[in-house]
């Protein structure tokens, strides 16, 4: 079994031919049209285990590939890869896949999911000291009655640096736009096996005690920046308001994340990416508190005027998102959390226990600070402690796997349950804030409401203050 390190980039399809043209990759480029189908237990144990197994079809040759994901950072995959000959389109289980081994499937169970096919041209050069194998695909993924196409530029890395394959994508996008990848093409076909997604929301973050805080880091940000590219996507192709809160929520985890672990990045690289990322978070923001607006207001003529806003803040974004610098910002996230540099910092060699715990003890510490005399908070006091309690549920989040078992559980279960009940209530208050803010003398009087919720917050966080600290 090999391991292989590779660059996802997605494009528009055109675009690929665009780049195609430009010949950055030189003369010698070898053509394939390849066909694969991907299997799996009907139940998709394989997927759920992060596993994928297909049967490509090799210039008349069957050839098995097993992957199994060792860690990704946002389009950087690190995959262990079993991969041999086939006679035919069945799949072999034996020595050779000690994955599909280890889940106890057997071959018979094995069923096909979906297909691809995949026109692609790939060249072989050398990029700042390093040997690259670049691959060019224009393919189309087919599920039961669906089909879509998709474009993609893959970078693996076959001898040197992967700080060689950021530099090239850099050049890519210098000549077609490319985006980083978060999907792989396994990814592709079972996304098509299901509903249409409307927003993607944070994954489960694993982490154990026997990792390293810089090992966390790259799990946490790969998340991070995973969730904010799923939902960017559905941004740049269709209006989605659920998407575009879900973008922000992924940028606002980032900050969290960079607030967390940002003094294991060497110089101010959490920093600089941080108020990077605030102003991109900005746009989104604008667009989702009209969208709350438009959803909360029943006069028409109000909610026509905010619809011409969320219309003129929607292109602003779509401004934003188009260009040079955003989607830079995503590869140089990726490039930082993937190979440093990382600090000499001794927090970087703590225990991860330890770490999560000085980091969760540090945050609700600013909670219950910025929360004192809550019953007094103007809205700009009461609305900087909403955002302490958001980032210690981030905080939380992030780190909540460590404590899932044990004496902890239950106080973790205890803790998070009072902070979602304080979150849900200033939310509500915050709403409530930004219409009096949009509305001015014209909206309704809610000071009853108000004051109903202030109340129920003020118990909230008292029920929050009260709760043993689970990472004691």
Known sequence: MGNEVELKLELAADAVDELDRADLFGPDKHHALLHAT?????????????????????????????????GAVAGLLDRGEQEFAVPGWQPEVD?????????????????????????????????????????????????????????????????????????????????????????????????????????EKAGRISLHPAMSPRTACTQVLADCLRQYRLNEAIVLQRRVPEAIHQARVALRRMRSAFGVFGGLLAGDAAGELNIAVRNLARRYGKVRDLDILIGGTSCEELRAGFIRQRDRAEMELAVTLAALGTRRLTLDIAERIAIGPWSNAAAGELPLPDFAAQALERQFRRVRKHGRHFATLDDPARHKFRKEAKKLRYTTDFFVSLYESGPAAKRCDKFLDALEDLQGYLGEMNDLAVEQMMLGPAAPDRSAETARLRDKAGKARHALLECEPFWA
């Open 38 to 70: 991907y299997y799996d237990t009907a139940d998709q144990k394989l997927r759920a285990h992060g596993v994928s197994l297909r049967i490509r079809n090799e210039n008349g040759h069957l050839v098995q590939t097993v992957k199994a994901s060792n």
């Open 95 to 199: 020595e050779r896949t000690p994955d599909i081994l280890a889940l106890a499937v057997a071959p018979d169970a094995l069923i096909a999911q979906f297909d691809l096919v995949v026109r692609r041209d790939s060249f072989s050069i050398g990029h700042c000291d390093a040997a690259i194998e670049v691959a060019l695909d224009r393919g189309t993924v087919k599920a039961l009655t669906r089909s879509a196409p998709f474009g993609e530029v893959e970078l693996e890395l076959k001898s040197g640096e992967p700080a060689a394959l950021f530099d090239l994508a850099r050049t890519i996008d210098a000549i077609a736009p490319v985006r980083i990848g978060v999907l792989t093409k396994a990814d592709r076909g079972y996304r098509l096996l299901g509903k249409l997604r409307r927003a």
